[in-house]
């Protein structure tokens, strides 16, 4: 059995069936990156004060690289009779320098380690997620500009609406998007690592030497900024709210992601028949041979409520533990794991999905032919002409109705009769307006969508080159 952290006050051996119900190993092993960088930053310390020689820091920081670089090259493999990511990481140095590995947890806790830990991974998956956020934007607007000058139905309570530019109906998706990344941004600048805490009640390592320990580690890399003396050592080790608040960005993401997804499979439907999907991300039927299904955009969708439970999970965890550090805690990790590679998967899949999306003019044009689509604009014409809106909706709402129920559109409709509704009615004004051309450009309101993202990389110039 693996080397365990503690033990010298029990007399019986672990239950084996407990041992294995309260191991974290089998999904923690993903934090050994960060608790590595951690154990590297201690190192440091505890030579300051003292506790460590310069050839046993050295001996350490060399033993620790070792096992740094087999994490960053995918050798790292866990030894499943561990207890969690630190005994692992303790043991390996064990085996690599013997007793002197004994000095490396020397004035720390792995309830200090943890939290930073968790912090660290949090930060970097931010930062790599946000870059995803960026690139699906720029694909989105790819997808606009490739389109540009066409129209689309624009729908509320899922019945036609009013015609709407392509480009409009991507940005608003684009605008969901760009809200995640400035969210993601604000998280990963507001968020600091501490060290110093202890189990809960601080550390005998003093500030400064903890602040000589993390700029010596860090020499001139920014990352040094992210790690702030401590605050409040009880509030640090019981800290979780950065974990809850970025699963919540996470949530909210996925939210988007979900709503895209539906749209894509409603307009991909016969029904619509909108757009065209691209085949390398659906699959077919193992009975019917016709049939191509949006897969991808079907397990967005479903997985939707796997990243809500993670938060719920995660906050119920949460709401009623005492201070400081309870075991329940180790819980937050694999609603945290699974939240955050779920969501980096679909937003790099899903980059490659939208940019392959092909639009079904002929079914879009037909659908644009629907006059009740025009008809707001037919009430505003009557506006400008001097006519109340309530007037005005009330005339156009009896001139739809009096189309449907003589089966004939209002383009036919002869002048005598529109203008039995309003003399300023005429088929001349009719076919002006009803048409999206002009309902498009009638939206004064709009900018022109020429900017990607506040975030994405400017196209190089011959000046900036």
């Not at 790599?128 to 624009?154: D, H, R, S, T, Y």
């Not at 992601?257 to 193992?286: H, M, N, V, W």
Request: hydrophobic share 40%; glycine share 4%.
């Amino acid at each position: 059995m693996s080397n365990k952290l503690w033990g010298g006050r029990f007399k019986k051996k672990t239950d084996k069936d407990f041992e294995e119900f309260s191991k974290s190993i089998h999904y923690d092993y993903k934090l050994a990156k960060y608790d590595i960088m951690y154990s590297l930053i201690h190192v440091v310390a505890l030579e300051k004060v003292g506790i460590l020689s310069s050839g046993e820091s050295l001996k350490l920081v060399k033993a620790l690289g070792e096992i740094l670089k087999d994490v960053k090259t995918d050798k790292f493999k866990p030894d499943l009779r561990s207890e969690d990511v630190h005994t692992e990481i303790q043991n390996r140095v064990e085996k690599k320098l013997g007793k002197l590995a004994y000095k490396l947890h020397s004035l720390r806790s792995r309830n200090d380690q943890i939290v930073f830990d968790e912090k660290w991974y949090c930060l970097e998956n931010g930062l790599a997620i946000g870059k995803l956020i960026i690139n699906l934007i720029a694909n989105l607007f790819f997808l606009a500009q490739k389109n540009e000058g066409q129209f689309i139905v624009g729908y509320t309570h899922t019945q036609r609406a009013q015609a709407v530019s392509f480009m409009v109906y991507i940005m608003a998706f684009n605008r969901m998007f760009e809200r995640d990344d400035e969210r993601m941004e604000r998280f990963c600048n507001n968020l600091f690592a501490y060290i110093g805490a202890g189990a809960l009640a601080g550390s005998s390592i003093s500030r400064k030497n903890y602040k000589e320990a993390i700029k010596e580690f860090f020499k001139q890399d920014i990352r040094a900024g992210k790690i702030k003396p401590l605050e409040n050592a009880l509030d640090n080790v019981s800290d979780r709210d950065f974990i809850l608040e970025f699963l919540s960005i996470l949530a909210i993401t996925q939210m988007h992601l979900s709503r895209l997804a539906e749209d894509f499979i409603l307009y991909a439907s016969k029904e619509f028949d909108f757009f065209q999907l691209p085949e390398e991300f659906c699959t077919g039927s193992s009975l019917m041979p016709h049939k191509k299904n949006p897969d991808f955009l079907e397990l967005v969708r479903g997985l939707t409520g796997r990243i809500y439970g993670n938060l719920t999970s995660v906050l119920t965890t949460m709401k009623g533990l005492p201070l400081a550090y309870n075991r329940d805690m180790q819980l937050d990790k694999e609603p945290l794991f699974s939240s955050t590679e779920t969501v980096k998967d679909e937003l790099k899949i899903m980059a490659k999905f939208v940019k392959k999306i092909g639009l079904k003019k002929d079914s879009i044009s037909k659908a644009l032919c629907d006059e009740s689509l025009y008809a707001t604009e037919l009430a505003e014409f009557l506006v400008y002409q001097g006519v109340s809106f309530k007037q005005a909706h009330d005339l156009v709402g009896k001139l739809v109705q009096y189309s449907e129920d003589k089966k004939t559109k209002i383009k036919d409709i002869p002048d005598r009769i529109l203008k039995s509704f309003h003399k300023k009615l005429d088929h001349k004004s009719i076919l002006r307006i009803m048409n999206p051309h002009y309902a498009v450009s009638s939206k004064k309101s709009l900018p022109q969508h020429k900017m990607i993202s506040r975030r994405l990389p400017k196209k190089k110039t011959r000046k900036n080159k």
